[in-house]
Nanobody, 128 residues
Framework: QLQLVESGGGLVQPGGSLRLSCAAS????????IGWFRQAPGKEREGVSC????????NYAVSTKGRFTISRDNAKNTVYLQMNSLKPEDTAVYYC?????????????????????WGQGTQVTVSS
């Protein structure tokens, strides 16, 4: 059974950092591109970042570029999202999602409709 589980969310002050993890089970992560998305109350879900199955390609939303870093450890079947210089507007539920691509493929997607598998989400709250 393919499963994604996010962890690492919490409450942090503005300017602080968090590292989110997305642990995969039931499938080999090396065949999948991974995206991170977030949804704030009353807002549509938006793409935050994505990484190709080979980790050779990454993309970031304009609002997170330079502050967030996505990475993956296929041996651990885990993808990470390091979030620095957090702002109150980063407050949202963060989700990771997976879509099968070529093994060691070089592309990923920022559009949520491209993804087939989703985690349950982890809450990130940035507040003083």
């Amino acid at each position: 059974q393919l499963q994604l589980v996010e962890s690492g969310g919490g409450l942090v002050q503005p300017g602080g950092s968090l590292r989110l993890s997305c642990a995969a089970s039931g499938f080999t992560l090396g065949y999948y591109a991974i995206g991170w998305f977030r949804q704030a109350p009353g807002k549509e879900r938006e793409g935050v970042s994505c990484i190709s199955s080979s980790a050779t390609s990454t993309n970031y939303a304009v609002s997170t570029k330079g502050r967030f870093t996505i990475s993956r450890d296929n041996a651990k079947n885990t993808v990470y999202l390091q979030m620095n210089s957090l702002k109150p507007e980063d407050t949202a539920v963060y989700y990771c999602a997976a879509v099968r691509t070529l093994f060691n493929g070089g592309y990923c997607y920022m559009a949520d409709y491209k993804y087939d598998y989703w985690g349950q989400g982890t809450q990130v709250t940035v507040s003083s």
